[in-house]
């Protein structure tokens, strides 16, 4: 397993925080919560005071196929739609997804993959190494996380694996959003009879 660990200093954050936009694309299968996910980041950028602007590409959730959503979120967003080489962070909730986001990415991108591979069928299916080289020709900044297996050890369960990724990437100072904003999001977009569990895998994902 090839990780590479990638995150800004405070520093690096405060610049990113002065940038007029920040742009995220989100990739995965259906049935992984990628909609909620860019729902929970847009309300916290909004209770911030930015501007977000979202769209969904490839909308097949019901039938498990591939899902990419996009996040822009700044002073002033214009499109919906993050250009190519646009992409401040790839967040990868299902790693051969993540080859279909290269488009997005240039040497700064970026990508925060969770550690799983679903096979595709009547396809070739890369193994993790194959697919970390070619992610490599775009960026180093690589950071595989085994996000479902950390859930199904600590929390018995891996619904949540988006919110772990994305409190993931706030504590390595990789997304310019507060803490008490992502959970306020939490509590209005979630249901409240999931509201612990989300809280839970929010906090784990600082260990």
């Known amino acids: 397993m090839l990780v590479i660990l990638v995150y800004l200093s405070k520093k690096e954050m405060s610049q990113k925080n002065n940038l007029k936009q920040f742009n995220i694309v989100i990739v995965g ?8 996910l860019i729902q929970i980041i847009s309300e916290a950028a909004l209770l911030e005071g930015y501007e977000v602007k979202t769209s969904e590409l490839h909308g097949l ?6 899902v990419e959503t996009h996040v822009r979120f700044g002073k002033t967003i214009y499109s919906p739609l993050v250009c190519q080489g646009g992409a401040d962070l790839i967040l990868v909730l299902e790693m051969q997804e993540s080859l279909r986001a290269t ?8 990508f925060l993959m969770n550690k799983l ?3 595709i069928l009547e396809e070739k299916n890369l193994s993790e190494d194959e697919i970390i080289k070619s992610l490599k020709k775009f960026s180093s900044k690589i950071i595989l996380i085994p996000a479902q297996d950390i859930l199904k050890k600590e ?3 891996a619904v949540t ?10 504590a ?11 959970l306020q999001a939490i509590k209005k977009i979630i249901p409240e009879k999931h509201w612990e569990i989300n809280q839970k895998t929010f906090e784990l994902a600082k260990l």
């Open 103 to 110: 488009y997005y990415a240039n040497s700064e991108s970026v």
């Open 155 to 157: 929390l018995n369960n």
């Open 29 to 36: 299968i259906g049935g992984q919560g990628l909609i909620s």
């Open 172 to 182: 390595k100072n990789l997304i310019p959003l507060k803490k008490d904003s992502v």
């Open 161 to 170: 694996t988006g919110v772990f990724m994305l409190s993931y990437a706030m």
């Open 61 to 66: 959730s019901q039938r498990g196929g591939s």
């Open 117 to 119: 591979l679903i096979p």
